[in-house]
């Protein structure tokens, strides 16, 4: 195999990392930190991952209160919600972006994954059933973006018998 002899910008390796840490060993901001267990490079966007999600929730609540007509902001808060574990809070605003917008297939799909979630497959299914209505097109894309509700024999029966 044939190598130059010289890369102006060759792509440098990562030094190897052992023993006892010897910087940011510190927590500069704030009260808590991230303890490592072992020894590897931490990206940024890992650590973003982690934000705080009660902060996001109130960030959005100050949105729907400025704008309460918008349904995607809804929308966001309600994803925010649902990722907080806060699942009926969640739901409550699926329902509120409906109100606002009865013909997204989208608030009616994501509204399914909650009624999934807790446990209402029926309801789930009717809100399945109107999202198709109103796009035919949600039904192929919904295997690959809700694996878990497909796995639902339920479910997938109600995809399978409509084909």
């Not at 930190?33 to 929730?57: F, K, P, T």
Request: charged share 30%.
């Amino acid at each position: 195999m044939l190598i130059p002899r010289k890369v102006k910008h060759r792509k440098q390796h990562h030094p190897r990392q052992r023993g006892i840490a010897s910087g940011g060993t510190s927590v500069s901001f704030g009260d808590y930190g991230i303890q490592a267990l072992g020894h590897a490079y931490v990206l940024s966007n890992w650590l973003d991952y982690g934000m705080d999600l009660q902060e996001a929730i109130d960030a959005y609540r100050n949105v729907v209160q400025i704008a309460p007509k918008n349904r995607d902001a809804w929308l966001d808060y309600a994803e925010t919600l649902f990722e907080a574990k806060q699942i009926e809070d969640s739901l409550e605003a699926y329902r509120t972006a409906l109100l606002l917008d009865p013909d997204c297939a989208v608030v009616y799909v994501q509204q399914a994954k909650v009624l999934f979630a807790l446990g209402r497959t029926e309801e789930s299914i009717h809100a399945l059933k109107m999202a198709f209505k109103l796009d035919p097109e949600k039904k192929k894309e919904f295997p690959k973006m809700y694996p878990d509700l497909y796995r639902n024999s339920r479910i997938r029966g109600f995809l399978d018998l409509d084909r």
